[in-house]
Every structure is written in structure tokens, then in C-alpha cells.
């Protein structure tokens, strides 16, 4: 059975796991709170933007934190409720695009990791999502994501494959990346085994390699502060040589709330 192709994470949820078993979830989850006490955070109430299959907002919800996921996509969305029902934990979800962010309550820290933010493929849509996580975060709340870099992108470290005929899941991913719009097309193609046959399934992804100016640029439409940038996992500062950046940034802790 084959597919058409379809935009990012329409189809992928029920595999997604899967594919992404080697992922060191834990280990993220542990650096963001050793830049959450290094930025003075105590943080409660914590939200998952672009959470995906909620495995990130899952291991929150472990370790005691009150959690929100937020993802546009129905088919990820379904696999993260079906895993909290599974084992247990209060964590609300709610299907919305993060550039029209609107939330019911207030957050102590927002997340948005795994290079969710390079999917907006236009700075007015950068500008728009971290306005919204403004909106959403006490004064003083933290607003911790990562960025891949140009250099990521240009060195198509999406051009993967695995096809060994034992998994049940298998891929072949083509990137190409322009370097006058600075943007990064993935055509993946997916092969799932069922009982009698194998499904074939197709996506294109799109993702925009930001600069430094750009992403400071938008923070600071946004009324948020940056506290600082890191080299993806560490706590050195970003060199031409990082992949990946962690940024940390704030809401004023003395900005007044609306009534």
C-alpha cells in the first residue's frame, strides 16, 4: 500500500517511537534542568511546545512537574495521550499551531526542543510563537529551546538511511538545502511491515536555518529576555563550529500581569 505525499508529521505518529527509539530523552530532560537551576529557575508548572509523541513532557510529568503538551499535529498528538493514559500521568494536551499559542493557564518554563522552531520557515512565524510563549509564562518563567545551525542544515545531516530488511520500520531520508533562502527540504519515504504487507509512507519536511541577530531580533519583539546561548549539551558558548544551540531566555520577572 502507498501513500501520496504528505506534509511533516501527518502520518508518522504511530511510528515515530520507533524510529526514534536510540533518542536520549532523559538526558535532555536532565540538561534542561541543570540550565533551569543555572538561571535561577524553580520551575512547577512546565510546557511541552511542539511536544511531538510527548515523550520530553512525559519525563517531566515523572519527576513530579504539573505538565502541558502543545503539537499541531493530530497523529503525534494521539500517541502522546494514549502514552500518558498508559502509564498514568495528569498531562493535558492540546492541539493548536504554535504561532497562535493560546493557553488557559500560566507556565514556570516552556520547552520547545528537537529544532520544533526550525520548522517555522518565516521570522514573522518565529516572531508570532515566542509572543505566544511570552503570553503563556509567569513574569520570570524561563523559555528554554534548541535551534539546528546553518551549518547543520548545509552538511544535510538529514541525508539518512536504514533499510535493514529486520526492522519492522525502515527509511530513506534526501536533503537539500539552499543556501539563498537558507531553507532545508527533506523528501522521507517510510516502509512499515504489517501482518501481509508493507505500507509505504511519504513526507516532505522543511526547516530554516536562523542566525544569532535573527533569533535575538525576535526574543526581543517578543518582550523576552535572552540570558544566554549554549553549544548544544554543554555550557560553553556556540562557536562556527555548533550544530546545535541551546538558547535560555525570560520573561521580566517584574512585567505586570493583565487583569
Known amino acids: 500500500m502507498d501513500t501520496e505525499v504528505a506534509a511533516a508529521y501527518t502520518q508518522i505518529g504511530p511510528i515515530y517511537d520507533q524510529l526514534m527509539a536510540a533518542v536520549p530523552y532523559r538526558a535532555w530532560v536532565d540538561y534542561v534542568e541543570l540550565l533551569v537551576r543555572r538561571h535561577g529557575g524553580r520551575p512547577r508548572r512546565v510546557l511541552d511546545l511542539a511536544c511531538g509523541t510527548g515523550n520530553v513532557g512525559l519525563e517531566f510529568a515523572r519527576r513530579g512537574y504539573q505538565v502541558t503538551g502543545v503539537d499541531r499535529s493530530a497523529s503525534m498528538l494521539q500517541e502522546a495521550i494514549r502514552k500518558a493514559q498508559e502509564q498514568n500521568l495528569p498531562v493535558s494536551f492540546f492541539q493548536q499551531d504554535m504561532r497562535?499559542?493560546?493557553?488557559?493557564?500560566?507556565?514556570?518554563?516552556?520547552?520547545?526542543?528537537?529544532?520544533?522552531?526550525?520548522?517555522?520557515?518565516?521570522?514573522?512565524?518565529?516572531?508570532?510563537?515566542?509572543?505566544?510563549?511570552?503570553?503563556?509564562?509567569?513574569?520570570?518563567?524561563?523559555?528554554?529551546?534548541?535551534?539546528?545551525?546553518?551549518?547543520?542544515?548545509?552538511?544535510?545531516?538529514?541525508t539518512q538511511r536504514n533499510l535493514d530488511p529486520k526492522r519492522p520500520v525502515r527509511y530513506d531520508w534526501r536533503s537539500e538545502y539552499n543556501p539563498q533562502t537558507r531553507i532545508c527540504r527533506v523528501d522521507m519515504t517510510f516502509y512499515v511491515d504489517h501482518k501481509e504487507q508493507t505500507e509505504t509512507l511519504r513526507e516532505v519536511h522543511y526547516e530554516r536555518a536562523y542566525t544569532q541577530r535573527e533569533v535575538r531580533q525576535a526574543l526581543r519583539a517578543a518582550k523576552l529576555e535572552l540570558l544566554a546561548?549554549?553549544?548544544?549539551?554543554?555550557?560553553?558558548?556556540?562557536?562556527?563550529?555548533?550544530?546545535?544551540?541551546?538558547?535560555?531566555?525570560?520573561?521580566?520577572?517584574?512585567?505586570?500581569?493583565?487583569l
Open 229 to 258: 546561548m549554549y553549544d548544544a549539551y554543554t555550557f560553553h558558548r556556540p562557536t562556527e563550529q555548533s550544530d546545535r544551540i541551546y538558547y535560555v531566555a525570560r520573561r521580566d520577572p517584574f512585567e505586570a500581569m493583565p
Open 100 to 158: 497562535e499559542l493560546r493557553l488557559p493557564e500560566y507556565f514556570d518554563l516552556v520547552v520547545c526542543l528537537y529544532d520544533s522552531l526550525n520548522y517555522l520557515l518565516e521570522w514573522e512565524g518565529l516572531r508570532q510563537t515566542l509572543c505566544g510563549v511570552h503570553a503563556c509564562l509567569q513574569p520570570g518563567g524561563l523559555f528554554i529551546f534548541d535551534l539546528n545551525t546553518e551549518l547543520a542544515l548545509a552538511m544535510n545531516l538529514f
